[in-house]
């Protein structure tokens, strides 16, 4: 599969080109002294998915964390929409239309489900309506007056992607989302990543579980040691078994 | 009836309890405001009783400076100082983020010792008489006691506030981010949310509060450079029981015990200084997290 994307948006008949979403060169960053990304490069162009995948501390997390301003000291150059932002707040990162769902799900205890859901401000045009939301997680929409955190592990993985659906956000970066949820509910998921690529949505998907990301994405990023190591598109997985096999086996 | 069995007459033990409640209404509404102020920030604001203090202050000015009365600086005055809180907020408390909490506590403590030592300087610690206004003179006799109107209004006032700033938190869209803000500010500012500007609203409103309780004192004690020095050692205390930056816990402990030091004045009038400290130990033992406190 090819990395060119069409694109509607600008308005441009038949216009094919790439356009980049988000243009990481030579991101370094550190938990204080610790030296945890050693110079990534990557770039992902709009309605990609992309997997980062790699063992516990290769630096995936940090990765995603680095990107939404999350990370105290990072250098290099990270650039969403355009936008170089290594040194930008947080809260001013998202409005670029960045939707970050954390690995450890992040649903506040003390807001209902529902508020949980409404919580993320705005950050642009098109997100998807709360009734959309219910509709696709017919479970929140049966809790929505619970506790977040009386939710079920499933249920509140889905509540975090619910929640950075609605804001608009078109680049989504997903922490394992599927980490010890039930195969159901795993399908769910694949259902909707599916929908939201149809939608056109950016998509960077920190992943375990390789047998979910493999037919979802367009390439694939392998970390090591705070390092990107290995490319491989979706048509050259059979050619590059060995990378998999030398950097993701336990 | 009880009261007739253990020989106390009903008119002092109502008497009491009224009296409790006022000084409870003042407890709720400042340990209120370091709840806000904790969520966020999480420190405590020693310099809080300065604060009520400049509160009281502003309210001698007010009428001295601009022919301002009393129903005006209930709100400037609040207003003020709740400004100047933004303003040490921005200045000072900002750049403690991410270093120790006891840091965030020799600072406010220092400040509360620089504003007052200042104001000692500039006005002794005598206080300064500041008459109620003219609409709540006088009072009603209750039977068992004679319930000056003023009294009364601090207690309605101050439990509107708390309800409102209740309502603020549960209830509104603002409320959600100051609790999420309590659990995960980084979380939220990843989602877009202006956390730092959040911080900063939060302790400009615990402050405003604080100044709220210093305009509602000024005509009950004199006012004077010291006057929240006293007070807010036992409103740690209430924190302490309440547990720390819980909105309801402030509130409903800060009332309560008011009124069990009331009671106390009534049974055993030597105890009723030390009451609520011993509260607080068994609270700690029992609780450490406070009553309404989340364990961690
Ligand atoms: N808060 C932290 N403080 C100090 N070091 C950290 C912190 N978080 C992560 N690290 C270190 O940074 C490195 C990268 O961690 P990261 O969480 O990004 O890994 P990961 O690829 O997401 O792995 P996994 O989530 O499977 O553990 C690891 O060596 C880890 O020990
Ligand atoms: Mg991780």
């Known amino acids: ?250 | 009836m009880l009261t007739d069995l253990l020989g106390i007459p009903p008119q002092v033990l109502f008497g009491q309890l009224l009296l409790g409640l006022i000084n409870g209404a003042f407890y709720a509404v400042l340990s209120l405001g370091l709840a806000v102020i904790f969520g966020l920030l999480n420190i405590v604001n020693f310099s809080h009783g300065a604060l009520y203090m400049l509160g009281a202050f502003a309210t001698l000015a007010l009428v001295q400076f601009f022919g301002i009365g009393y129903w005006g600086a209930l709100v400037l005055a609040p207003l003020m100082v709740g400004a100047l809180g933004i303003v040490i907020e921005r200045l000072l408390l900002r750049r403690l983020v991410g270093v120790d909490h006891l840091y965030g506590l020799l600072l406010t403590f220092g400040l509360a010792l620089v504003i007052e030592g200042t104001f000692v300087k500039l006005f002794g610690a005598s206080g300064i008489p500041y008459a109620a206004p003219a609409a709540l003179s006088g009072g009603v006799n209750l039977g068992f006691m004679f319930l000056p109107w003023y009294r009364a209004w601090v207690v309605l006032a101050s439990v509107v506030v708390c309800l409102a700033t209740w309502l603020l938190f549960e209830r509104t869209k603002i409320g959600a981010y100051l609790r999420a803000g309590t659990e995960n500010p980084k979380l939220l500012q990843a989602f877009g949310v202006n956390v730092p500007m959040l911080t900063t609203l939060a302790y400009g409103y615990g402050v405003a509060l604080a100044a709220f309780a210093g305009v509602l004192a000024a005509p009950i004690t004199q006012v004077n450079p010291l006057m929240g020095s006293n007070l807010i050692i036992v409103v740690f205390a209430v924190v302490v029981i309440g547990g720390m930056g819980s909105i309801i816990g402030a509130i409903v402990t800060g009332l309560a015990m008011g009124m069990i030091e009331g009671l106390t004045k009534v049974f055993w009038p030597e105890a009723s200084a030390t009451v609520i400290f011993l509260v607080m130990a068994i609270v700690l033992i029992l609780r450490p997290a406070g009553l309404f406190g989340k364990t961690a």
């Not at chain 1, 992902?44 to 290769?58: D, F, I, K, M, P």
């Not at chain 1, 990107?228 to 050619?239: F, G, M, N, P």
């Open chain 1, 1 to 250: 599969m090819s990395a060119i994307i069409e694109n509607h948006e600008l308005g441009g008949q038949h216009v094919s080109e790439r356009i980049e979403e988000l243009r990481i060169q030579d991101l370094h960053a550190f938990y204080g002294e610790s030296h945890a990304l050693h110079g990534i490069d990557l770039t992902v162009c709009q309605g990609e998915l992309v997997t980062l995948l790699g063992r516990n501390g290769a630096g995936r997390t940090t990765t995603l964390r680095a990107i939404v301003g999350l990370i105290g000291r990072r250098t290099g150059s990270i650039m969403v929409k355009g936008t170089e932002v290594i040194n930008t707040a947080p809260h001013i990162i998202a409005h670029l239309g960045v939707g970050y769902c954390p690995e450890e799900r992040g649903i506040f205890a003390s807001l209902s489900v529902e508020e949980n859901l409404m919580l993320p401000p705005r950050v642009a045009a098109g997100g998807m309506s709360v009734e959309e939301l219910y509709d696709m997680f017919p479970n929140l929409a049966e809790r929505r007056r619970s506790q977040g955190t009386r939710l079920s592990g499933g249920e509140q993985q889905m509540l975090a992607m619910a929640r950075i659906l609605r804001t608009g956000a078109n680049i989504l970066l997903l922490d394992e989302i599927t980490e010890g949820l039930a195969p159901v509910i795993v399908d769910k998921l694949t259902e909707v990543l599916i929908a939201l690529k149809a939608r056109g949505y950016t998509v960077v998907l920190v992943e375990q579980n390789f047998r979910f990301a493999a037919p979802l994405a367009d390439r694939h990023f392998v970390m090591d040691h705070g390092k990107i190591v290995a490319t491989i598109r979706q048509d050259e997985l059979a050619a590059k078994q060995h990378i998999f096999d030398k950097y993701l086996s336990v």
